[in-house]
Antibody, heavy 120, light 106 residues
Framework: EVQLVGSGGGLVQPGRSLRLSCAASGFTFDDYAMHWVRQAPGKGLEWVSG????????EYADSVKGRFTISRDNAKNSLYLQMDSLRPEDTALYFCTKDAHVDLSHSEDWGQGILVIVSS | IQLTQSPSFLSASVGDRVTITCRAS??????LAWYQQKAGKAPRVLIY???TLQRGVPSRFSGSGSGTEFTLTIDSLQPEDFATYYC?????????FGGGTKVEMK
């Protein structure tokens, strides 16, 4: 069974940083691309970033480019999202998702989400 | 690529046939997925590559379309289908989602 367990969320002040982690199990982690998708309270889904199986392709949404950095450690079966210069509009539930393929495509499995609140 | 879903809200009854439309600001062929999200839960993929049903998804769900217009159809709506549905384009970066369609019980 695929499991994606997130951690690292919480309340943070505007302008500060936060690092999200996603521990993966139940599948061969380095056989799949991974993504972060977020959902602001009461709003729709927003794709944030994706990373191919070997980190050879990394892409970002325009809203986070230059502020967020996605990375993965295949030896630790883990996905990360370093979030810098946080803004109130970054407040959301952040989902770690497993792609269906080695390169970036649709999200086949989803974690339960990590809540990030950016507020003073 | 911007995706516009219609309608945003839909009231329907069990047994109804439901169609949700996803219109794209630029045309593309096959890189479109549909997701279902129930309240308080993570989304799950229903359909990918426009019309391919994800394993385990009931056959009453189907997808079609090309170019700038895509549709998700639910034949004979079931009680467990009341949820919010999103389309996502995977043709070009950044990937984008439609605004969602909430299917409510009439």
């Amino acid at each position: 069974e695929v499991q994606l367990v997130g951690s690292g969320g919480g309340l943070v002040q505007p302008g500060r940083s936060l690092r999200l982690s996603c521990a993966a199990s139940g599948f061969t982690f380095d056989d799949y691309a991974m993504h972060w998708v977020r959902q602001a309270p009461g709003k729709g889904l927003e794709w944030v970033s994706g990373i191919a199986w070997n980190s050879g392709r990394i892409e970002y949404a325009d809203s986070v480019k230059g502020r967020f950095t996605i990375s993965r450690d295949n030896a630790k079966n883990s996905l990360y999202l370093q979030m810098d210069s946080l803004r109130p509009e970054d407040t959301a539930l952040y989902f770690c998702t497993k792609d269906a393929h080695v390169d970036l495509s649709h999200s086949e499995d989803w974690g339960q989400g990590i809540l990030v609140i950016v507020s003073s | 690529i911007q995706l516009t879903q219609s309608p945003s809200f839909l009231s329907a009854s069990v047994g109804d046939r439901v169609t949700i439309t996803c219109r794209a600001s630029q045309g593309f062929s096959s890189f479109l997925a549909w997701y279902q999200q129930k309240a308080g839960k993570a989304p799950r993929v229903l359909i990918y590559a426009v019309s391919t049903l994800q394993r385990g998804v009931p056959s009453r769900f189907s997808g079609s379309g090309s170019g700038t217009e895509f549709t998700l159809t639910i034949d004979s709506l079931q009680p467990e289908d009341f949820a919010t549905y999103y389309c996502q384009q995977l043709n070009s970066f950044p990937f984008t989602f439609g605004g969602g369609t909430k299917v409510e019980m009439k």
